[in-house]
């Protein structure tokens, strides 16, 4: 399974965009979501283990669990993530 999360595209006042499986959800008021964080910001991947991993999809986008940066982590319950 493969969640992108990202900015709603085309729009002056985003919200946040979740595309899993083909189908995409918008989430929040218009203008909730700054224009640091991409269209296509980064990416959570379950494996056959039920582990879920969060990866940036680009080199300059920021990525924040639970406070520290990361390129890429392995998720735990109850993990806070931040984009920017």
């Known amino acids: 399974m493969e969640i992108i999360i990202g900015r ?3 729009k002056e006042q985003p ?3 979740i595309t899993a499986n083909g189908n995409t959800i918008f989430i ?3 203008g909730s979501v700054p224009k640091s964080v991409s269209r296509n910001h980064c990416r959570i991947e379950k494996d056959n283990d039920d582990k879920m991993t969060i990866t940036l999809i680009a080199e300059n986008n920021q990525l924040f669990v639970n406070g520290v940066e990361y390129k890429e982590r392995i998720l735990a319950k109850h993990d806070f993530i931040e984009l920017g």
């Open 15 to 17: 919200r946040l965009s």
């Open 28 to 30: 929040g008021e218009a």
């Open 8 to 10: 709603e595209a085309g």
